[in-house]
């Protein structure tokens, strides 16, 4: 069973910035891991891509969140991140983490963000 562990969620004023990291119970540098990425899902709306990177370092962002948040990973600490700056009241979701591995799609419980006044 591989676990995802989201952290760094929490409530933070338009145009601040907050680091989401995702710790995962499998190395990140295995060969059976095809993406790895975050999604988000708002009250009312349907879970969408936020940012996602692949074996071969290929990045893709959603249109919304180009320029504002990027997306790293710490291979020794088996971590994927997410920096997420100049947030804005639309960016307020709970945000998933996700491994798209070889023989299925592995979730994390989700962290909740918040951006408001």
């Known amino acids: 069973q591989v676990q995802l562990v989201e952290s760094g969620g929490g409530l933070v004023q338009p145009g601040g910035s907050l680091r989401l990291s995702c710790e995962a119970s499998?190395?990140?540098?295995?060969?059976?891991?095809?993406?790895m990425g975050w999604y988000r899902q708002a009250p009312g709306k349907e879970r969408e891509l936020v940012a996602t990177v692949s074996r071969d370092g290929s990045t893709n962002f959603a249109d919304s969140v180009k320029g504002r948040f990027t997306i790293s990973r710490n291979n020794a600490k088996n971590t994927l991140y997410l920096q997420m700056n100049s947030l804005k009241p639309e960016d307020t979701a709970v945000y998933y983490c996700?491994?798209?591995?070889?023989?299925?799609?592995?979730w994390g419980r989700g962290t909740q963000v918040t951006v408001s006044l």
């Open positions: 499998i190395s990140i540098f295995s060969s059976t891991i095809n993406t």
């Open positions: 996700n491994f798209g591995l070889r023989f299925g799609d592995y």
